[in-house]
């Protein structure tokens, strides 16, 4: 079973500070291999290159939708969460009852969404 400590994350977010802010957060609760991008393009990159476990993806990313990304996550069978000031009304298509955060998050918010993805990595074994 994986740990916290063991997985990959993409933060895919277009603010600065605010990627600041998920990638303190994931450091505090053990995650020790993140990393971020700002655009879809970086993020496919890193997908291709480095298929992460786990994925946290900002909805809005320079007023585009990060569909792109959750369709190649989807693809390599890797979760995700998706961020957005919304919050699940922000989403549709195919990913209208996709796991969201709402902005403002907490901590708690962001690790009870990585353990989600843990457990159903272990269900789907």
């Given amino acids: 079973m994986k740990k916290i400590e063991d997985l990959h994350i993409l933060v895919v977010e277009d ?11 994931l450091l505090d609760i053990g995650c020790k291999s993140i990393e971020v991008a700002p655009t879809i393009d970086r993020a496919l ?9 786990f994925a946290i993806l900002d909805l809005n990313l320079h007023g585009s939708r990060s569909y792109p990304i959750a369709d190649a996550l989807r693809e390599h069978g890797r979760p995700f969460v998706f961020l957005s000031g919304y919050g699940a ?12 955060l709402q902005k403002p998050f907490q901590q708690t918010d962001i690790e009870a969404a990585l353990r989600r993805a843990i457990m159903s990595d272990i269900a789907a074994s």
């Fill in 15 to 25: 603010e600065a500070i605010i990627a600041m802010l998920i990638e303190d957060t």
């Fill in 45 to 53: 990159d890193i997908i291709a290159a480095r298929k992460p476990d």
């Fill in 89 to 100: 009304k922000g989403l549709d298509g195919i990913y209208k009852n996709a796991d969201v």
